[in-house]
């Protein structure tokens, strides 16, 4: 799943559209113990050195045999805040929990990989079959789950079904315009298992976030998502996409990446399926490009990220307008806002109601999918999520969906490691966050104390 830096979360003003609910007292659904828990865990992630150790920690744990012991502490602690649990079987009573407030889940397996995390893995066709194979597996228990509710996504990661060398030469041909043939023969394995786990949610109703991930696999990964995109967004052209692709504005070439694929989709009348984040690989992507020397791929600035981002919302919610409003030949659009950044959900919202969407008759059809969500990660912006939920904004046919982290603790520590960096900065919606926990916990303990 794509996520979000610091750097790209700074909060700016909220808009007004958004400003007249953004201070309900959210902590009010939550438990105490489970209230003390997540004021506990933000504030560890507010200790630096603690996240940047927390990797040698974890390997040293692993050398001394006490694994066992961390992740029992993580699961207690960070896996609890910002994870559903670590099976199917674990996560269903979260997506209840959160449906019970107008809240959608986007299930999102935490299993990714980068190239130096599988040094030494086998690239034979049956062992890239193999592990495409039991992924997809995974996948199709999640759809399973999902298609319990309407509107149901899940989120899948490329990476987690090639193999990330594989990917890297994919690009690299996409790069150099060369024969690819050699490549996609061991490829095509893999892309055989995702169709299948495609297929299965279509047929089940659910639809598919395919997560950006690195510079350096992206042009496969764009690649596999056109390919999904034109054998299953099909039937006609109103018909709503299934597989949603993902751009990471905080990248420099995003935006018009976004706009040339959009038209892409429009002529060739398939719909279109998309999800807007800012990025989640700033540091890693800097680190690269100085190494490999070639030019920086991240935007100059939070500024140039903002305005990107803004310039992705108007862009999309008049395409959406164009759709909505144009006749049977024209592909449908949908997307998804996902953000924690307060402001661009106002924007969001202030744009669509300046496009005039969710005024017609149509909006009131409640069967309906809407035509664009917003979307945070479990335990980040929690207040942005149930305001936007309990917001009264269904006439614009917008949900809200929340990700739905699960996975066994081995499994998830990278995905935990990632959102202790993003909390670590003063910079993210952290700060909202805890001042909200610290808030209910006062009206709890020191009910007659201003909080």
């Not at 995905?415 to 202790?420: E, S, T």
Request: overall charge positive.
């Amino acid at each position: 799943m794509a996520v979000w830096p610091a750097f790209c979360a700074a909060i700016r003003p909220a808009a007004p559209l958004l400003s007249a609910f953004a201070q309900r007292r959210i902590g009010r659904y939550v438990g105490t113990l489970s209230l003390i828990n997540s004021y506990a865990v933000l504030q560890l992630c507010g200790f630096r050195p603690l996240v940047d150790w927390a990797e040698t920690i974890l390997s040293a744990a692993e050398r001394l045999h006490l694994s066992w012991l961390v992740h029992w502490v993580v699961k207690q602690t960070f896996f609890k805040h910002f994870c559903g649990g670590e099976d199917l079987k674990e996560v269903v009573p979260t997506m209840r929990r959160l449906e019970s407030r107008n809240i959608g889940s986007i299930l999102d397996l935490a299993m990714e990989a980068d190239i130096d995390s599988q040094e030494g893995q086998s690239l034979t066709p049956k062992a890239v079959q193999d592990q495409s194979a039991k992924v997809a597996d995974l996948m199709l228990d999640a759809i399973q789950i999902a298609s319990k509710s309407r509107g149901a996504f899940i989120a899948l990661k490329v990476t987690a079904f090639f193999p990330p060398v594989l990917l890297l030469e994919w690009s690299n041909a996409l790069y150099r315009v060369r024969d690819a043939f050699n490549v996609a023969a061991t490829g095509s394995l893999a892309l055989g298992e995702l169709n299948r786990v495609i297929a299965a949610a279509a047929h089940a109703g659910v639809r598919v976030m395919v997560d950006a991930e690195q510079t350096y696999f992206q042009p496969a990964i764009d690649d596999v998502t056109k390919i999904l995109s034109a054998t299953h967004n099909i039937g006609s052209p109103r018909a709503m996409p299934v597989v949603f692709g993902t751009y990471q504005l905080y990248l420099r070439d995003a935006l018009s990446r976004l706009q040339t694929d959009a038209d892409g989709f429009r002529r060739a009348r398939i719909p279109f399926g998309v999800k807007i984040v800012r990025g989640a690989y700033m540091e890693s992507e800097r680190e690269r490009a100085a190494e490999m020397g070639y030019p920086d791929p991240v935007q100059p600035s939070i500024a140039a990220t903002h305005a990107a981002y803004d310039s992705a919302i108007d862009g999309l919610v008049e395409r959406v307008r164009a759709a909505t409003k144009g006749d049977v030949n024209t592909p449908a659009v949908q997307f998804v806002i996902a953000s924690h950044n307060v402001g661009s959900v106002g924007r969001g919202i202030k744009a669509l109601s300046d496009a005039g969407l969710g005024k017609s008759g149509k909006s009131d059809d409640e069967s309906a999918v809407a035509p664009v969500a917003f979307a945070q990660l479990m335990g980040m912006q929690d207040g942005t999520t149930f305001s936007i939920a309990a917001s009264g904004y269904k006439a614009f046919k917008v949900s809200d969906l929340q990700y739905v982290p699960y996975g066994p603790i081995k499994v998830t520590i990278p995905y935990l490691l990632r959102r202790a960096q993003e909390n670590s900065a003063v910079l993210g919606g952290v700060a909202d966050d805890k001042r909200n926990l610290a808030k209910e916990l006062r009206l709890r303990f020191v009910p007659w104390a201003k909080a």
